[in-house]
Nanobody, 116 residues
Framework: QVQLVESGGGLVQAGGSLRLSCAAS????????MNWYRQAPGKERELVAT???????YYADSVKGRFTISRDSAKNTLYLQMNSLKPEDTAMYYC??????????WGQGTQVTVSS
């Protein structure tokens, strides 16, 4: 079993920055991808960023150039650095680890609110 705990969310003004953290514990092995998702009220869940086991990265077009995904293997922690935040970035942000198509683990989420 894998446990994920997100932190770092909060209320910021447009143009500000936040760094989200996702601390992982438990049976962490053979992880194929580590992801950040977000979901805003009235909208579908959106994949924000991915880092693969090999270190390749993917970003949604809406955040490319502003967000950076990274990991710290020594701390078993996934990060999402968010710069130049916009009101449309307001959402609940979730960390997800995927071992296979049938086996994924989710955290409880951390709220990010960006005021104009």
């Amino acid at each position: 079993q894998v446990q994920l705990v997100e932190s770092g969310g909060g209320l910021v003004q447009a143009g500000g920055s936040l760094r989200l953290s996702c601390a992982a514990s438990g049976s962490i092995f053979s992880i194929n991808a580590m992801n950040w998702y977000r979901q805003a009220p009235g909208k579908e869940r959106e994949l924000v960023a991915t880092i693969s086991r090999g270190g390749s990265k993917y970003y949604a077009d809406s955040v490319k150039g502003r967000f950076t995904i990274s990991r710290d293997s020594a701390k078993n922690t996934l990060y999402l650095q968010m710069n130049s935040l916009k009101p449309e970035d307001t959402a609940m942000y979730y960390c997800a680890l995927r071992r296979s198509a049938a086996e994924a683990y989710w955290g409880q989420g951390t709220q990010v609110t960006v005021s104009s």
